[in-house]
T-cell receptor, first 111, second 116 residues
């Protein structure tokens, strides 16, 4: 089946550093979603992207829908301890109502 | 506040017992989903339902069953046929209008099932 390659798998950074993670696929997507999951909780939507080239911000978070429609990245600026968690990308291909999920990027922030 | 409620949050069961996880939403969403999450494996789709009285198998449906008798409710039964049921289970819902925002899933807080 279709797959999303999400990288890096994990990151350990110092508070205040910027973070970048991305998802790539061999398939063309028409929607990219970025979620954050805190330990023991359900994922929460951070940013939704619907057009190739779209760049969207949500506070310190910025995400872009790649021009080729096969990739997306998420940047976090000036990280803080509450950024800790697992970040997932998810995408939709065509009219398929099932989202395809990356395996997540686990972020740890050292105060 | 609108949202999705999953219960129980934690559940312990003996091997061989069926268990049912509850999922209720008051978002007026048409579609509902059940995912299983294991460490390092991301989210895997068990079952989904686009409309009342209809549901489809996801990628890992074996050993699970669902029903969708009401728009608000989508319970998941983990049967004794599921070989490795210990996991974190997530329920989600989605509006199915034509708006682009309709692709977004809203998740519940999850239910952690441990089989002893």
């Amino acid at each position: 089946g279709q797959q999303l390659n999400q990288s890096p798998q994990s990151m350990f950074i110092q508070e205040g550093e910027d973070v970048s993670m991305n998802c790539t696929s061999s398939s063309i997507f028409n929607t990219w979603l970025w979620y954050k999951q805190d330990p023991g909780e359900g994922p929460v939507l951070l940013i939704a992207l619907y057009k190739a080239g779209e760049l969207t911000s949500n506070g310190r978070l910025t995400a872009q829908f790649g021009i080729t429609r096969k990739d997306s990245f998420l940047n976090i600026s000036a990280s803080i301890p509450s950024d800790v968690g697992i970040y997932f990308c998810a995408g939709q291909i065509g009219d398929n109502r099932k989202l395809i999920w990356g395996l997540g990027t686990s972020l740890a922030v050292n105060p | 506040d609108g949202g999705i409620t999953q219960s129980p949050k934690y559940l312990f069961r003996k091997e061989g017992q069926n268990v049912t996880l509850s999922c209720e939403q008051n978002l007026n969403h048409d579609a509902m989903y059940w995912y299983r999450q294991d460490p390092g494996q991301g989210l895997r789709l068990i079952y989904y339902s686009q409309i009342v009285n209809d549901f489809q198998k996801g990628d890992i449906a074996e050993g699970y069953s669902v029903s969708r008798e009401k728009k608000e409710s989508f319970p998941l039964t983990v049967t004794s046929a599921q070989k490795n049921p210990t996991a974190f289970y997530l329920c989600a819902s989605r509006a199915t209008s034509g708006l682009s925002g309709a692709n977004v899933l809203t998740f519940g807080a999850g239910s952690r099932l441990t089989v002893l």
